[in-house]
């Protein structure tokens, strides 16, 4: 069984080895462990302390191109390079090095193929009243959206099988986060989550520079992931509002008419009308929109075949060569 640890790593030369040095060396269940850094962009010396330290592992971009991008890079890396398990973690030290192994004992046991390290957010100190309540407020939607029960669904604190990781898709191009457990709960993955402690803070984060804009941000995607993986459902709701109150202003005009006022009443059958059309254009983007959500499962699994047969004839090979 091998375990590979991977960070997403923008300028983090400060705060990159204490991170490496938190995380363990050995663990139960694990044959061997591999870490690999993602080197988004860096202009510090991020790949010389890594390398230094003994970092089996870079990917590397010359330009920073975000956390999304770079967590799926750092996917395919360690899948290229054999892991059974993949471990995310952050640069800054944010999450106790000793809980991976809590954090990968569900997937050791067979009971799950994604776990999320749930931090004890009321009680961390450096956490803002306000950024608490819209943690907890964010979590909640992402449940809503994914039909799970992760509460801490930001955490970048989580472990994948081999399996899982082949599977996951982020197509947009702000965090990972919140989008692959939306798409883990609605393509039924075994997901679950775990407690997990957080160390002191020793940078201030980087993937937003306010709250508002952070949230902003995170219910755009998870509503465009809901979107991708429920279209119809959230079209459907999307048109019940201007369907209803065109049949209400329809019904206003009718009622109106059979008491021999309808001649000035005209303009809310003119308005119902348009209202119940807009609805019913609405409710067929839905049904247009379903129909593509089909065509995306089929490409999905096409890539999950594809790059289970490239992952596994690059596995093939490393034996090859070991053996001779």
Known sequence: MKLIIQIPCYNEAETLEIALN?????LDGVDKIEYLIINDGSQDAT?????????????NFKQNKGLAKGF???LDGCLRNGADIIVNTDADNQYCGEDIQKLIQPILDGKADMVIGARPIDETEHFSFIKKKLQHLGSWAVRKASNTDIPDAPSGFRAFSREAAMHINVVNDYTYTLETIVQAGRERMAITSVPIRTNGELRPSRLFHSIWGYVKKSMLTILRAYMMYKPLKCFTYLASLPTLLGIGYAIRFLIYYIMGNGSGHVQSLILGCTLIIIGFLTFMIGLVADVIAANRKILQDTQYHTRRAEYEAILQETCD???R
């Open 22 to 26: 938190d995380l363990p060396k050995k």
């Open 72 to 74: 799926m890079a750092g």
């Open 321 to 323: 060569g070991i053996g």
């Open 47 to 59: 790949v010389e302390v890594a390398r230094n330290w003994g970092v089996q592992h870079v990917v």
